[in-house]
């Protein structure tokens, strides 16, 4: 064994490679995270066949179809495309079946087959017998018929619209970054959590009052992800508000990772979920559980969700981080009249004063339309140097952003007026430490404009 001593160890840095690549410690930094984050996907990992059923489902025709409704294609030629495939085919297959074909000879050489043989005579002049199935032979007039060919050439081109519109949606999916992914392989190691196909659930803390301790739950939340974002980059907010006792369901939106209600995120869904959670919640709670009140919890795009399925679920707080102002916002200023008065929806609103798709999006004009869409119940708040990303952990390259706020104080400060907003501890929003009316936010950008 050598023996290291003081004067065995160079003090002197190592002469530098001119050949090395400067990236090269880049590269290595980046297998590192590669490796450390396949071991925290592992740990965190969903059920089997997950991966295989996202993948699935881009084949659906209900995915197709949501992606039409969201991107405005114009799907009437793959309908007409669709008659005029099925209506020859159906009264051909009639007529074969009200007359008896069989009996009708088709002489072709010196043989009169019946339709389920037929011999076929090349241009060699030999005969080469061929069985023909009652399919193939419905086919061949089909390929022949100029209405069903010119329907399904003007369709070819509404399906490829609707393939580049896929692929473009695709593209802008962002990853969850390196800290959520390890703070949700912790929650799942340690029972706080535990993820399904569709959706992950973060569960409060349990009490220690009685052996073995039940959950305490507060209330319960529906998370709604951004556009293009993995539902997993939510880990971090969620995991704060299941420590101050509430159960957190943040719904997944694959494949898309749109949550709209074209694409599945309605309210019959997010029934099924809530059923799901509880009655599993009840199970472990391993002992009387009374219902507690759930409430909706969106980001961006799934705020935008949330408008449209509140009423329907009959919640009463909506809770909308780093809103731009989307044309087709659910009007909720009416609320007050449709809903008993003891069900009156009250909503919280939380935006970045470094907002780059606010800021791109959202002109003076637009923010009025939308704010005469909100109900008379609201609570503003602007966060002084918070991002549109930071409310998550993810990266936009489509929209890059730079803030002094690190991005775990942006999320606790959310969390921190969420949890006020909830348990009905307001304040008025320009009297808060953590930032001020989206009024002020909007005026102070108009005197640096």
């Known amino acids: 064994m050598k023996d290291w001593n003081e004067s065995s160890v160079s003090l002197t840095a190592p002469p530098v490679d001119p050949s090395a690549s400067p990236l090269d410690e880049d590269t290595c930094h980046a297998e590192n995270t ?35 409704r969201l991107r405005q294609v114009d799907l009437g030629s793959l309908r007409h495309a669709f008659w005029g495939v099925l209506v020859p085919a159906g009264g051909y297959y009639h007529l074969l079946t009200r007359y008896r074909t069989n009996e009708i000879p088709v002489r072709m050489g010196s043989a009169s087959p019946t339709m389920d043989r037929i011999e076929l005579w090349p241009c060699g002049g030999t005969s080469t017998p061929a069985r023909l199935d009652r399919w193939f032979v419905l086919l061949l007039p089909l390929l022949a018929c100029p209405w069903c060919l010119s329907w399904t050439l003007a369709a070819g081109q509404t399906v490829r619209e609707l393939i580049a519109q896929m692929t473009a949606l695709r593209n802008l999916q962002t990853p969850a970054l390196l800290d959520a992914w390890q ?25 220690s009052s009685t052996h073995p301790p039940p959950p305490r739950c507060r209330a319960a939340l529906w998370f709604l992800p951004g556009a293009a974002v993995d539902h997993t980059a939510y880990a971090a907010p969620a995991a704060m508000l299941s420590d101050l006792g509430y159960l957190v369901v943040v719904v997944g939106a694959e494949p898309m990772r749109l949550a709209t209600p074209e694409l599945g995120c309605h309210a019959a869904r ?12 009840r199970t472990a709670s391993a002992g009387p559980c009374t219902t507690v009140p759930w409430y909706l919890v969106g980001h961006s795009l799934g705020a935008f969700t949330a408008s449209h399925v ?13 809103v731009a102002p989307f044309p087709n916002w659910n009007d909720l200023s009416h609320t007050h009249q449709t809903l008993p008065q003891t069900s009156f929806l009250s909503m919280l609103l939380i935006q970045g004063s470094r907002d780059s798709i606010v800021e791109t999006f959202g ?31 993810y990266r936009s390259d489509a929209f890059p952003e730079v803030s002094d706020l690190p991005r775990s104080q942006q999320q606790a400060r959310a969390v921190a007026l969420t949890d006020a907003f909830l348990s009905d501890r307001r304040r008025h929003a320009t009297h808060t430490p ?9 005026a102070q950008r108009r005197t640096v404009e």
């Open 34 to 68: 590669d490796r450390e984050l396949r071991v925290l996907r592992h740990r965190a990992r969903r059920p089997w066949g997950t991966s295989w059923w996202n993948t699935l489902q881009l084949a659906s025709p209900w995915t197709w179809w949501g992606v039409a």
């Open 183 to 207: 703070i949700l392989a912790d929650s799942v190691t340690n029972g706080r959590a535990y993820r399904t196909r569709s959706y992950d659930v973060y569960l409060p803390p349990p009490s």
């Open 310 to 322: 509140v009423e329907e679920l009959g919640v009463t707080k909506l809770v909308a981080w780093g």
């Open 270 to 281: 997010l029934r099924a979920v809530r059923a799901r959670v509880w009655a599993r919640y």
């Open 363 to 393: 002109s003076d004009d637009k923010w009025r339309t939308l704010r005469a869409r909100f109900p008379p119940s609201l609570e503003e708040h602007v966060l002084e140097g918070g991002t549109h990303c930071g409310f998550a952990s």
């Open 434 to 442: 953590n930032g001020y009316s989206v009024t002020d936010f909007l």
